[in-house]
C-alpha cells in the first residue's frame, strides 16, 4: 500500500511548525519560565505588601521583563520574520510517497528536487491536529499536511509510520 501526501509552505504552516517546534524542544525552558513567572509575581507582592523596593528587586524586575519580551518575541514574531525572508520556502511544496521508502518531491519557485528518506534515518515523528513532523535531526523536519493524504487516511498513515519507525519514535502531541 502506497500513500500519498503533500505539503504547502505558506505562511500559516511555517507558523504552525515552528510554535509546535517552540514548545516541544523548550518544555523545560518553558516551565523555567512559567515558574519563574510565578516566583516574580509572588515577591513582588511580597515587596508591593510590605513596601520594601530596593534596587536589586527594580533590576531583577528589568531583567525579568526583558527577558519575557524576548521570549514572547521569538514565538510571536519571528515565524513571520524568518518566513519573509526564506526565500527558498517560501510557497515550495513537498510530496510524499510512503513506501518502502520515503520519496519526496519538492519543488519551489527556483528548482524541483526528488529525494528519498529511509526510515531508518528518521530522528522522531510528531503528529498533532494537523501535521505530522517528520523530524530528521532535532532542528530540521518535514511537514505533512494531514489533510492531503491519498491512498489512505490520516489513520492508515500514522499506523504506516508507527509500524516503520516504531514506538518510542512516534510521539501525538
Not at 31 to 45: P, R, S
Not at 51 to 71: A, E, H, R, T, W
Amino acid at each position: 500500500m502506497e500513500i500519498k501526501a503533500s505539503s504547502k509552505y505558506d505562511y500559516i504552516t511555517v507558523k504552525t511548525f515552528q510554535k509546535f517546534h517552540f514548545r516541544t524542544k523548550f518544555k523545560a525552558l518553558n516551565i523555567l519560565i512559567f515558574a519563574a513567572t510565578i516566583f516574580m509575581l509572588f515577591a513582588f507582592t511580597i515587596t508591593a505588601i510590605y513596601s520594601y523596593i530596593d534596587s536589586q528587586m527594580i533590576f531583577s524586575g528589568v531583567i525579568f521583563v526583558i527577558m519575557l519580551m524576548g521570549m514572547l518575541f521569538v514565538y510571536f514574531c519571528m515565524p513571520k520574520i524568518s518566513y519573509e525572508r526564506d526565500k527558498v520556502i517560501k510557497e515550495a511544496e513537498n510530496n510524499f510517497l510512503f513506501g518502502e521508502e520515503i520519496e519526496i518531491i519538492s519543488k519551489n519557485n527556483y528548482q524541483t528536487t526528488s529525494s528519498t528518506l529511509n526510515y531508518n534515518a528518521i530522528w522522531r515523528v510528531y503528529e498533532n491536529k494537523n501535521y505530522i513532523y517528520i523530524y530528521l535531526e532535532p532542528n530540521k523536519a518535514e511537514i505533512v499536511d494531514k489533510s492531503t493524504v491519498t491512498g489512505g487516511t490520516a489513520m492508515d498513515l500514522r499506523a504506516f509510520l508507527l509500524s516503520m519507525v516504531g514506538s518510542k519514535k512516534y510521539i501525538i502531541a
